[in-house]
């Protein structure tokens, strides 16, 4: 059987829909493996292009994995809100879930698995900027499932297993699969929704973000380079680092030709994560150049906006931790009013 298909797990999410996107483009066959909290509405136009297969990574089975070449491994709870809201869940669906994957490629004889890790195993780092040599110190039940899935995954690594670890600063811009709770995209939306951008904790924190489409372009990059330039690697992905109140004033100066907005600075401790990361090893490795910036993607989600889509802003699904407690609910009530009709 010969293998030119790329199976992207999760693919139906926030990177995953986009990620698709790009593939097909690319003209590649691509199968998607997603569990479908979010249903498969992000994907509408391009099923007929796709083969999707339903499905969670904790009961993941080899035979998904028939005539493919790569593995694009995106599916897992994706914020430390949705991992502290059930742990159990997030260390089986985020550590023994990438294992799973990560064995059937062995056993099938995949060579090659992208996984989407996060730059918040770093935790606090108030002075300088790390890089992927620096000690990790993950804070978040969420942070400590990512490191765990590197570890296992590295742990699994021979001359026929090429799996390549991408460190994901914060993610911003659209996706088909829309989130308002990610920092660029709630400063966004409250600068439509609100006439105001609220930043917290003074706006001093720094963070690292990446616009969406650059992490897919990475996934890409990393999946075509040579095996023994990423065989067990570790990479971070990220754009820039910036200190939130200035990443408020320039989405406010994005959207001042289109409407008069306020930066309302607030000194509670809604969050105060803080940490700067370095993307050379990315760029001199891969040639991996971001190439969106948040005045481009935010200039794109304001056109969105300003067209009526994804304006209702109060909807569950495009929050994770509000889509997945109101779930929960409803498999609760299911269990006991049985079927609705």
Known sequence: MSKDIVCVTGGAGYIGAVLVRKLLEQGEKVRVYDKLYFGDKALTDVLDRIELIPGDVRTFKADVLDGVKCVMHLGSLSNDPTAEFDPKANHEINFEGTMRVAEACKRQGVRKMTLASSCAVYGFHLDGVVDELCPTNPQSEYAKSKLDA?????????????????????????????????????????????????????????????????IADGHI??????????????????????????????????????????????????????????????????????????????????????????????????????????????????KVIGKVF
Not at 163 to 174: D, E, I, K
Not at 182 to 200: C, E, G, P, Q, S
Request: charged share 30%.
């Open 221 to 334: 990059i990393a999946m075509k380079a040579a095996e023994d330039k990423v065989r067990a690697e570790v990479f971070n992905l990220v754009l820039k680092n910036f200190r939130i109140l200035e990443l408020g004033h320039w989405i406010r100066e994005t959207i001042k030709p289109h409407r008069k907005v306020e930066v309302e600075v607030l000194f509670g401790s809604k969050e105060s994560r803080s940490y700067q990361v370095s993307g050379e090893k990315a760029k001199k490795v891969l040639g991996f150049a971001p190439k969106v910036s948040v005045e481009v993607a935010v200039t794109k989600i304001w056109e969105i906006l300003r067209s009526g889509r994804f304006t209702d802003f109060s909807n569950p699904i495009y929050y994770n931790i509000d889509w997945m407690r109101l779930l929960v609910e409803m498999e609760q009530k299911l």
């Open 150 to 214: 590197e570890v296992g995954l590295q742990s699994l690594v021979d001359t026929n297993f090429c799996p390549v670890v991408l460190r994901q600063a914060t993610v911003f811009g659209f996706s088909n699969r829309m989130r308002w709770d990610l920092v660029v995209n709630t400063m966004t939306m409250d600068a439509f929704d609100k006439d105001r951008i609220h930043v917290y904790c003074a706006g001093d924190n720094w963070r690292p973000l990446i616009d969406v489409n650059d």
